[in-house]
Nanobody, 124 residues
Framework: VQLQASGGGLVQAGGSLRLSCAASGRTFRGGAMGWFRQAPGKEREFVAMAKVSGSLTYYGDSVKGRFTISRENAKNTVHLQMNNLKPEDTAVYYC??????????????????WGQGTLVTVSS
């Protein structure tokens, strides 16, 4: 199983970026795909999660109203549209997947499948 993340980069505060994560080797139908992030010196933080089948989504408090997660199930892909970026959003963003949905999807220990990470840097 591979999760390939893309779309990171350098952006000024207030700007936007779109991350994408493509899964290969298996699908996560019935489960979830989403994102965590980790800033230097900090623990991994939940960002957003989407149930692959259906419309259910879940966001971390720090990104609600600014980030939107979406699915492209035919391509086994999820996207993270990040708007109004802030310097505190600077982190390595990791794509994750799991084969079943859980009601509180915020613990990184609940995910077996991880992508390689993509760096997002927001300058002030």
């Amino acid at each position: 199983v591979q999760l390939q993340a893309s779309g990171g980069g350098l952006v000024q505060a207030g700007g936007s970026l779109r991350l994408s994560c493509a899964a290969s080797g298996r699908t996560f139908r019935g489960g979830a795909m989403g994102w965590f992030r980790q800033a230097p010196g900090k623990e991994r933080e939940f960002v957003a999660m989407a149930k692959v089948s259906g419309s259910l989504t879940y966001y971390g408090d720090s990104v609600k109203g600014r980030f939107t997660i979406s699915r492209e199930n035919a391509k086994n892909t999820v996207h993270l549209q990040m708007n109004n970026l802030k310097p505190e959003d600077t982190a390595v963003y990791y794509c994750v997947g799991r084969t079943s949905w859980i009601t509180t999807p915020t613990n990184p220990r609940d995910y077996v499948y991880w992508g390689q990470g993509t760096l997002v840097t927001v300058s002030s």
